[in-house]
Protein backbone atom coordinates (compact mmCIF):
# COMPACT_ATOMS: atom_id res chain seq x y z
CA UNK A 1 0.00 0.00 0.00
CA UNK A 2 1.57 3.49 -0.70
CA UNK A 3 2.46 5.49 2.23
CA UNK A 4 0.85 8.61 3.34
CA UNK A 5 2.89 11.47 4.16
CA UNK A 6 4.32 11.98 7.40
CA UNK A 7 5.37 15.54 7.96
CA UNK A 8 7.65 14.75 10.84
CA UNK A 9 11.06 14.64 8.66
CA UNK A 10 11.25 10.65 9.58
CA UNK A 11 10.90 9.69 6.26
CA UNK A 12 13.43 6.61 6.13
CA UNK A 13 10.03 4.26 5.48
CA UNK A 14 8.92 7.08 2.74
CA UNK A 15 12.55 6.39 0.96
CA UNK A 16 12.69 2.28 0.82
CA UNK A 17 9.16 2.48 -0.52
CA UNK A 18 9.55 5.45 -3.15
CA UNK A 19 12.80 3.65 -4.28
CA UNK A 20 11.16 -0.11 -4.37
CA UNK A 21 7.89 0.86 -6.32
CA UNK A 22 8.71 4.12 -7.64
CA UNK A 23 6.30 6.26 -6.12
CA UNK A 24 4.39 7.90 -3.30
CA UNK A 25 1.15 9.10 -2.67
CA UNK A 26 0.11 12.15 -0.23
CA UNK A 27 -3.12 12.69 0.08
CA UNK A 28 -3.78 16.11 1.36
CA UNK A 29 -0.66 17.63 0.90
CA UNK A 30 -1.84 21.05 -0.42
CA UNK A 31 -3.72 22.83 2.22
CA UNK A 32 -7.09 24.03 0.93
CA UNK A 33 -6.02 28.30 1.35
CA UNK A 34 -3.63 27.34 -1.38
CA UNK A 35 -5.93 24.64 -3.46
CA UNK A 36 -8.10 27.96 -3.68
CA UNK A 37 -5.93 30.36 -5.20
CA UNK A 38 -3.97 27.65 -7.42
CA UNK A 39 -7.80 27.11 -9.03
CA UNK A 40 -8.45 30.55 -10.50
CA UNK A 41 -5.09 30.49 -11.68
CA UNK A 42 -5.48 27.20 -13.54
CA UNK A 43 -8.39 28.80 -15.36
CA UNK A 44 -6.60 32.01 -15.99
CA UNK A 45 -3.55 29.76 -17.38
CA UNK A 46 -6.36 28.18 -20.02
CA UNK A 47 -8.74 30.00 -20.52
CA UNK A 48 -6.68 33.43 -21.59
CA UNK A 49 -4.62 31.45 -24.02
CA UNK A 50 -1.93 31.58 -21.74
CA UNK A 51 -1.44 27.87 -21.94
CA UNK A 52 -1.50 27.35 -25.47
CA UNK A 53 1.14 30.43 -25.88
CA UNK A 54 3.16 28.56 -23.42
CA UNK A 55 3.40 25.30 -25.85
CA UNK A 56 3.24 27.69 -28.82
CA UNK A 57 6.94 28.80 -27.74
CA UNK A 58 7.89 25.25 -27.09
CA UNK A 59 7.48 24.14 -30.22
CA UNK A 60 8.95 26.99 -32.09
CA UNK A 61 11.78 25.35 -33.88
CA UNK A 62 13.23 28.59 -34.87
CA UNK A 63 13.27 31.19 -31.84
CA UNK A 64 14.12 30.87 -27.71
CA UNK A 65 11.73 33.80 -27.40
CA UNK A 66 9.85 32.75 -23.97
CA UNK A 67 6.23 32.70 -23.67
CA UNK A 68 4.52 36.18 -22.18
CA UNK A 69 3.92 34.76 -19.00
CA UNK A 70 5.26 31.29 -17.11
CA UNK A 71 3.03 29.39 -14.50
CA UNK A 72 6.20 30.10 -11.81
CA UNK A 73 5.11 33.39 -12.46
CA UNK A 74 1.97 32.76 -11.25
CA UNK A 75 1.42 33.62 -7.42
CA UNK A 76 -0.03 30.52 -5.98
CA UNK A 77 1.72 27.72 -8.49
CA UNK A 78 5.43 29.81 -7.58
CA UNK A 79 4.38 28.79 -4.10
CA UNK A 80 3.38 25.58 -4.81
CA UNK A 81 6.22 24.72 -6.49
CA UNK A 82 8.59 25.42 -3.10
CA UNK A 83 5.66 24.30 -0.99
CA UNK A 84 8.13 23.43 2.18
CA UNK A 85 6.54 19.75 3.08
CA UNK A 86 6.83 18.66 -0.64
CA UNK A 87 10.74 19.86 -0.74
CA UNK A 88 11.74 18.41 2.43
CA UNK A 89 10.19 15.25 1.11
CA UNK A 90 12.04 15.57 -2.32
CA UNK A 91 15.25 16.66 -0.59
CA UNK A 92 14.74 13.32 1.81
CA UNK A 93 14.47 10.89 -0.90
CA UNK A 94 17.36 12.16 -3.14
CA UNK A 95 19.83 13.00 0.10
CA UNK A 96 22.04 15.65 -2.37
CA UNK A 97 20.56 19.05 -3.69
CA UNK A 98 17.87 19.16 -6.61
CA UNK A 99 17.28 21.65 -8.98
CA UNK A 100 13.76 22.17 -10.67
CA UNK A 101 13.21 21.07 -13.91
CA UNK A 102 10.02 22.29 -15.29
CA UNK A 103 6.14 22.94 -14.41
CA UNK A 104 3.22 22.11 -16.02
CA UNK A 105 -0.44 22.95 -15.74
CA UNK A 106 -3.91 22.10 -17.21
CA UNK A 107 -7.59 21.71 -16.71
CA UNK A 108 -8.90 18.42 -18.43
CA UNK A 109 -12.86 18.60 -18.68
CA UNK A 110 -15.01 15.89 -19.03
CA UNK A 111 -14.37 12.96 -21.48
CA UNK A 112 -10.62 13.96 -21.90
CA UNK A 113 -8.75 11.25 -23.85
CA UNK A 114 -6.27 8.71 -22.40
CA UNK A 115 -2.83 8.95 -22.22
CA UNK A 116 -0.72 6.20 -23.08
CA UNK A 117 1.74 4.21 -20.80
CA UNK A 118 5.14 6.10 -21.39
CA UNK A 119 7.66 7.74 -18.61
CA UNK A 120 8.86 11.30 -18.31
CA UNK A 121 12.64 10.81 -17.80
CA UNK A 122 15.05 13.18 -19.24
CA UNK A 123 18.70 12.13 -19.64
CA UNK A 124 21.55 13.99 -18.21
CA UNK A 125 24.89 14.11 -19.60
CA UNK A 126 26.24 11.28 -17.41
CA UNK A 127 24.06 8.28 -18.54
CA UNK A 128 23.83 7.67 -14.68
CA UNK A 129 19.86 5.99 -14.38
CA UNK A 130 20.83 6.12 -10.54
CA UNK A 131 20.63 10.19 -10.48
CA UNK A 132 16.96 10.68 -9.64
CA UNK A 133 14.44 12.90 -11.44
CA UNK A 134 10.89 13.08 -9.90
CA UNK A 135 7.79 14.38 -10.72
CA UNK A 136 5.33 15.68 -8.58
CA UNK A 137 1.68 15.19 -10.27
CA UNK A 138 -0.62 17.33 -8.28
CA UNK A 139 -4.47 16.85 -8.00
CA UNK A 140 -6.01 20.01 -6.81
CA UNK A 141 -9.96 18.17 -6.65
CA UNK A 142 -8.62 14.91 -5.82
CA UNK A 143 -9.20 11.82 -8.02
CA UNK A 144 -12.86 10.15 -8.05
CA UNK A 145 -12.69 8.25 -11.30
CA UNK A 146 -14.90 10.50 -13.48
CA UNK A 147 -12.12 11.78 -15.19
CA UNK A 148 -9.42 9.25 -16.11
CA UNK A 149 -7.11 7.40 -13.47
CA UNK A 150 -3.79 7.56 -12.92
CA UNK A 151 -2.60 3.92 -13.90
CA UNK A 152 1.05 3.05 -12.94
CA UNK A 153 3.06 -0.15 -12.72
CA UNK A 154 5.17 -0.23 -9.63
CA UNK A 155 9.19 -1.17 -9.74
CA UNK A 156 8.85 0.14 -13.69
CA UNK A 157 11.46 2.65 -13.28
CA UNK A 158 14.29 -0.31 -12.33
CA UNK A 159 14.16 -1.66 -16.46
CA UNK A 160 15.18 0.58 -18.91
CA UNK A 161 12.14 1.52 -20.92
CA UNK A 162 11.97 3.88 -23.23
CA UNK A 163 9.84 6.70 -23.36
CA UNK A 164 7.30 5.63 -25.70
CA UNK A 165 8.40 1.95 -25.37
CA UNK A 166 4.59 0.71 -24.36
CA UNK A 167 2.71 3.44 -26.07
CA UNK A 168 1.68 1.29 -29.04
CA UNK A 169 -0.18 -0.40 -26.04
CA UNK A 170 -2.53 2.62 -25.63
CA UNK A 171 -3.59 2.30 -21.26
CA UNK A 172 -4.49 -1.46 -21.73
CA UNK A 173 -4.15 -3.37 -18.39
CA UNK A 174 -0.53 -4.06 -17.42
CA UNK A 175 0.20 -6.78 -14.89
CA UNK A 176 1.18 -5.74 -11.63
CA UNK A 177 -0.51 -2.22 -12.06
CA UNK A 178 -2.05 -0.22 -9.80
CA UNK A 179 -5.29 2.04 -10.36
CA UNK A 180 -5.32 5.54 -8.18
CA UNK A 181 -8.50 6.86 -8.62
CA UNK A 182 -9.31 7.57 -5.26
CA UNK A 183 -7.64 10.90 -3.71
CA UNK A 184 -9.22 13.62 -1.05
CA UNK A 185 -8.56 17.51 -2.62
CA UNK A 186 -4.90 18.71 -2.80
CA UNK A 187 -3.74 15.53 -3.17
CA UNK A 188 0.04 14.80 -4.57
CA UNK A 189 1.48 11.68 -6.53
CA UNK A 190 4.89 11.46 -6.18
CA UNK A 191 6.40 9.68 -8.85
CA UNK A 192 9.93 8.25 -10.04
CA UNK A 193 10.15 9.92 -13.61
CA UNK A 194 10.83 6.95 -14.88
CA UNK A 195 8.07 5.10 -13.71
CA UNK A 196 5.74 4.00 -16.55
CA UNK A 197 2.27 5.01 -16.43
CA UNK A 198 -0.84 5.76 -18.06
CA UNK A 199 -3.97 7.75 -18.05
CA UNK A 200 -6.91 5.98 -18.44
CA UNK A 201 -9.73 7.10 -19.86
CA UNK A 202 -13.04 7.09 -17.66
CA UNK A 203 -16.69 7.77 -18.37
CA UNK A 204 -17.94 11.47 -17.40
CA UNK A 205 -21.56 10.98 -16.02
CA UNK A 206 -23.46 14.36 -16.34
CA UNK A 207 -22.42 16.92 -14.06
CA UNK A 208 -18.72 15.81 -13.56
CA UNK A 209 -16.54 18.51 -12.66
CA UNK A 210 -13.08 19.41 -14.69
CA UNK A 211 -10.08 18.12 -13.27
CA UNK A 212 -7.59 20.65 -12.11
CA UNK A 213 -3.65 19.09 -12.69
CA UNK A 214 -0.30 20.11 -12.19
CA UNK A 215 2.77 18.95 -12.51
CA UNK A 216 6.05 19.55 -11.45
CA UNK A 217 9.71 18.35 -11.75
CA UNK A 218 12.38 18.15 -10.14
CA UNK A 219 16.36 16.65 -10.33
CA UNK A 220 18.86 15.15 -8.28
CA UNK A 221 22.48 17.37 -8.89
CA UNK A 222 25.24 15.23 -9.76
CA UNK A 223 25.08 15.94 -13.47
CA UNK A 224 23.86 17.81 -16.37
CA UNK A 225 19.94 17.02 -17.14
CA UNK A 226 18.77 18.35 -21.05
CA UNK A 227 15.69 20.98 -20.48
CA UNK A 228 12.82 20.54 -21.97
CA UNK A 229 11.51 23.90 -22.64
CA UNK A 230 14.34 26.14 -25.09
CA UNK A 231 13.66 29.22 -22.84
CA UNK A 232 14.95 27.09 -19.72
CA UNK A 233 17.46 30.18 -18.83
CA UNK A 234 14.97 32.82 -18.77
CA UNK A 235 12.80 30.48 -16.73
CA UNK A 236 15.50 29.52 -14.16
CA UNK A 237 16.30 33.39 -13.66
CA UNK A 238 13.02 34.31 -13.49
CA UNK A 239 12.58 32.15 -10.75
CA UNK A 240 15.64 33.55 -8.94
CA UNK A 241 14.71 36.89 -9.68
CA UNK A 242 11.00 36.03 -7.91
CA UNK A 243 13.51 34.54 -4.64
CA UNK A 244 11.29 31.78 -5.19
CA UNK A 245 13.47 29.59 -3.28
CA UNK A 246 13.27 31.84 -0.47
CA UNK A 247 16.78 31.31 0.32
CA UNK A 248 16.34 27.67 1.37
CA UNK A 249 17.15 25.92 -1.50
CA UNK A 250 20.49 27.33 -3.08
CA UNK A 251 20.59 24.78 -6.07
CA UNK A 252 17.00 24.70 -7.09
CA UNK A 253 17.30 27.31 -9.73
CA UNK A 254 20.82 27.10 -10.91
CA UNK A 255 21.77 26.64 -14.59
CA UNK A 256 24.84 24.81 -14.20
CA UNK A 257 22.81 21.85 -13.51
CA UNK A 258 21.35 21.84 -17.13
CA UNK A 259 23.40 20.77 -21.05
CA UNK A 260 21.77 23.06 -23.75
CA UNK A 261 18.18 22.76 -24.87
CA UNK A 262 18.34 19.91 -27.82
CA UNK A 263 15.81 20.37 -30.37
CA UNK A 264 13.51 17.28 -31.48
CA UNK A 265 14.84 16.12 -35.05
Same mark, same amino acid.
Given at each position: ??????????????? $?????????? !????? =???? +?????? $???????????????????????????? /??? /?????????????? #? /??????????????????? %???????????????????? +???????????????????????????????????????? #??????????????? %????????????????????????? =?????????????? +?????? +?????????? !???????????????? /???????? $??????
Amino acid at each position: MPLSFEGNGKLSAQR $EQFADSGYLV !LPGLI =PTSL +QNRLTP $EVDHWVDDGLRSLSIAACSDPGTDVPPP /LME /LELPAHGELLTHEP #L /LELIGDLMETPFVFHHLHS %DRHGPGVPGKPWHHDREPND +QDDPKLLMVHALHYLGGLDGTIGSLTIVPGSHREPWSKSA #LAHLGSVELPGEVVI %DTLPPGSTVLVNSALVHARRPAPSP =PGTASRYFIDACYC +QTGARW +QPVKPYWRHM !LATARALDLDGGRWPE /LFGERHFT $EYARSA
